[in-house]
């Protein structure tokens, strides 16, 4: 579905909404409307979870796997149940993802350390779990409210790319994100509004 760019901005203030309320409350419902006709129950748990489930697959997958998990006690499933789960949703290397989430979730104290942390403190203490890198951290803690990290994927390159800038990831991650914090800056944005502008750039949706 096609929307306007002032339509966009008012999506895009609604999911930092939402982001917030999951940092803050432990809980959140995202309404991806008018993109997708979908919902999610989210907690910090099952937002790991999507995180963790997105790298190198589709947000779509990830979305369709914490989904799932509504309901669901996360940390009672087990490696197996969480594969099957990923599976279904089309999650690429789920085998490998539901060993990193289980893990992640029996050391969950490292996830409640960061989350007291400053911003790169914070993504200096998720870099323990396996799983988490550069990308997927920010992405967790920008997910749960935090605003001065850069996501920086695949996509997020190739748009960077056209615009004469060219890095090698993980070496040069910072690198990037400097780069994007200087065009946040210019366009009066923080770095997690950012991601979300270009993804609206680069696919008319603004998901998560």
């Not at 917030?20 to 006709?37: A, I, M, N």
């Not at 697959?57 to 990923?86: C, H, P, R, T």
Request: hydrophobic share 40%; glycine share 6%.
């Amino acid at each position: 579905m096609s929307i306007d760019r002032f339509r966009c901005f008012e999506v895009i203030a609604k999911r930092m909404e939402e982001f917030r309320k999951l940092g803050e409350r432990g809980k959140t419902t995202f309404d991806f409307r008018p993109f997708l006709d979908l919902k999610i129950d989210a907690t910090i748990e099952t937002e790991l979870a999507f995180c963790i489930s997105t790298a190198n697959s589709s947000a779509l997958s990830g979305l369709k796997f914490q989904k799932s998990l509504e309901g669901l006690s996360l940390n009672d499933l087990s490696v197996g149940e969480i594969e099957e789960l990923m599976r279904e949703a089309g999650v690429r290397f789920a085998s490998r993802k539901a060993k990193y989430l289980k893990t992640a979730l029996e050391n969950f104290d490292i996830v409640e350390k960061a989350l007291k942390l400053e911003d790169f403190g914070a993504r200096r203490m998720l870099l323990k779990l396996k799983g988490l890198g550069m990308k997927e951290s920010s992405h967790f803690l920008r997910n749960v409210g935090r605003r001065n990290l850069a996501i920086v994927d695949r996509h997020i390159l190739r748009w960077l790319e056209r615009r004469g800038y060219r890095f090698k990831l993980p070496r040069e991650y910072v690198k990037a994100e400097e780069v994007l914090r200087r065009i946040a800056k210019e366009r009066n944005l923080t770095l997690a509004e950012l991601d979300l502008v270009l993804w609206f750039e680069m696919t008319e949706k603004v998901l998560k």
